[in-house]
């Protein structure tokens, strides 16, 4: 029997996950990309609520989720690359040999940390890699086929290239207070072994290599990437077999997702951010070339909790964060009271809704970029962030 939504849940965890809004029916589909929980037992229960109320979850680990603690050491997780395995087990778990009828996995998707795993447990899936939905026809609607896509990746530094603030204004923010290296918590509770940090290039992979905001270093985010090749091979000859976005005569549509940013204009510019050193830690370029190679029709993404929802080099990216509870007072306080937002439905009707791929949602950044270009030459701080820092 043929599912009705895929709703999309952005920055998601586990008091979201446990909370979520009882109006949801148990026929949704739910993506999350990335930062589930840090703690192993709040991943479980995540993922275990995930299951109760969903037919299927698609997952793509963050960087919280990759923490390492002595909590796991009996299991032989010792490094951030041990915790993305167990994080792809735990998904994994409780798994049946059965199928959701009209659900089909993507055929390469046996490729090792980016493996679809389903679970089952007479409830929901949880998936770590691509599926291919086959969607019957529905009023309107031709039969059409759905390609979900997560991809893994890392975040470098170098990714991003525009224009620092002047040191003076960084300095003065920092004065008397603990360096962004000193007090970003993936640089103490993310662990690399030396061969991932030294990548294919043979740089030098000590820790400090990746403890940095400055370092052109960026095997740990080609090692991510690297992990999605194998299907995603499989879905670019997807993507390209299909004319005119049609394949077989059903129509194809392709959504990707991934926790870092793809593309710098998904982030505002620096003199917008509380913390102007953020876009050192949260972007991938290999992502962006798997993200263009892809050409999906829409790319969610996470980690920044920066609503948005834009169209940059012919393909739309969207984030919808839920928020940390903290948050959820402050700038996720819509999206905790909105919820998740349906991205595509297979039948439409229901709130007016049309089916297939939904619309752009309205965000304010979406908004401020299509009155103001960007500008990246401009430092006058916001007067947000301004007020923030006085009252440190
Ligand atoms: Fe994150």
Same mark, same amino acid.
């Given at each position: 029997?043929?599912?009705?939504?895929?709703?999309?849940?952005?920055?998601?965890?586990?008091?979201?996950?446990?909370?979520?809004?009882?109006?949801?029916?148990?026929?949704?589909?739910?993506?999350?990309?990335?930062?589930?929980?840090?703690?192993?037992?709040?991943?479980?229960?995540?993922?275990?609520?995930?299951?109760?109320?969903?037919?299927?979850?698609?997952?793509?680990?963050?960087?919280?989720?990759?923490?390492?603690?002595?909590?796991?050491?009996?299991?032989?997780?010792?490094?951030?690359?041990?915790?993305?395995?167990?994080?792809?087990?735990?998904?994994?778990?409780?798994?049946?040999?059965?199928?959701?009828?009209?659900?089909?996995?993507?055929?390469?998707?046996?490729?090792?940390?980016?493996?679809?795993?389903?679970?089952?447990?007479?409830?929901?899936?949880?998936?770590?890699?691509?599926?291919?939905?086959?969607?019957?026809?529905?009023?309107?609607?031709?039969?059409?086929?759905?390609?979900?896509?997560?991809?893994?990746?890392?975040?470098?530094?170098?990714?991003?290239?525009?224009?620092?603030?002047?040191?003076?204004?960084?300095?003065?923010?920092?004065?008397?207070?603990?360096?962004?290296?000193?007090?970003?918590?993936?640089?103490?509770?993310?662990?690399?072994?030396?061969? +991932? *940090?030294?990548?294919?290039? %043979?740089? /030098? =992979? !000590? @820790? &400090?290599?990746?403890?940095?905001?400055?370092?052109?270093? $960026?095997?740990?985010?080609?090692?991510?990437?690297?992990?999605?090749?194998?299907?995603?091979?499989?879905?670019?000859?997807?993507?390209?077999?299909?004319?005119?976005?049609?394949?077989?005569?059903?129509?194809?549509?392709?959504?990707?997702?991934?926790?870092?940013?793809?593309?710098?204009?998904?982030?505002?510019?620096?003199?917008?951010?509380?913390?102007?050193?953020?876009?050192?830690?949260?972007?991938?370029?290999?992502?962006?070339?798997?993200?263009?190679?892809?050409?999906?029709?829409?790319?969610?993404?996470?980690?920044?909790?920066?609503?948005?929802?834009?169209?940059?080099?012919?393909?739309?990216?969207?984030?919808?964060?839920?928020?940390?509870?903290?948050?959820?007072?402050?700038?996720?306080?819509?999206?905790?009271?909105?919820?998740?937002? +349906? *991205?595509?439905?297979?039948? %439409?009707? /229901? =709130? !007016? @809704? &049309?089916?297939?791929?939904?619309?752009?949602?309205?965000? $304010?950044?979406?908004?401020?970029?299509?009155?103001?270009?960007?500008?990246?030459?401009?430092?006058?701080?916001?007067?947000?962030?301004?007020?923030?820092?006085?009252?440190?």
């Amino acid at each position: 029997m043929m599912r009705r939504e895929i709703t999309c849940l952005f920055a998601f965890n586990a008091h979201i996950t446990l909370t979520l809004p009882p109006s949801l029916p148990p026929s949704v589909r739910s993506s999350l990309p990335g930062d589930i929980a840090s703690n192993p037992s709040n991943f479980r229960a995540a993922l275990a609520a995930a299951r109760r109320r969903f037919h299927a979850t698609f997952i793509v680990a963050g960087n919280h989720d990759l923490w390492v603690s002595s909590a796991l050491a009996e299991e032989g997780v010792v490094d951030s690359i041990d915790k993305l395995a167990w994080v792809h087990k735990v998904a994994a778990e409780e798994d049946e040999d059965g199928r959701e009828d009209g659900e089909q996995k993507s055929s390469s998707s046996s490729s090792s940390s980016g493996s679809s795993s389903s679970s089952r447990n007479k409830r929901g899936k949880i998936y770590t890699g691509p599926v291919l939905l086959h969607l019957p026809p529905h009023l309107s609607l031709p039969p059409s086929l759905l390609l979900l896509v997560p991809l893994l990746s890392w975040y470098h530094p170098s990714w991003d290239t525009e224009p620092d603030l002047p040191a003076e204004i960084l300095a003065e923010l920092y004065k008397g207070r603990p360096s962004f290296e000193q007090c970003w918590a993936d640089f103490r509770y993310c662990k690399w072994p030396e061969e +991932v *940090v030294r990548g294919e290039g %043979g740089r /030098e =992979g !000590g @820790r &400090e290599e990746w403890v940095s905001t400055t370092t052109r270093n $960026r095997g740990i985010a080609e090692w991510f990437a690297k992990q999605n090749e194998g299907f995603l091979e499989d879905a670019r000859v997807r993507v390209e077999t299909r004319e005119g976005g049609r394949e077989g005569g059903r129509k194809v549509v392709v959504i990707s997702f991934s926790h870092f940013l793809p593309r710098e204009e998904l982030c505002p510019e620096k003199r917008f951010l509380i913390e102007p050193m953020l876009t050192k830690v949260i972007g991938s370029r290999p992502l962006r070339e798997q993200v263009e190679r892809l050409k999906p029709d829409l790319h969610l993404f996470g980690h920044t909790h920066i609503p948005l929802d834009i169209e940059v080099g012919g393909i739309r990216y969207l984030q919808w964060p839920l928020g940390s509870v903290g948050e959820q007072g402050r700038q996720t306080g819509e999206m905790s009271l909105k919820g998740p937002v +349906v *991205v595509f439905d297979s039948k %439409g009707g /229901e =709130g !007016g @809704r &049309e089916g297939g791929l939904q619309g752009e949602v309205p965000t $304010r950044w979406g908004a401020h970029y299509k009155e103001e270009g960007r500008d990246v030459l401009k430092t006058e701080l916001a007067p947000w962030v301004k007020m923030y820092w006085n009252r440190r």
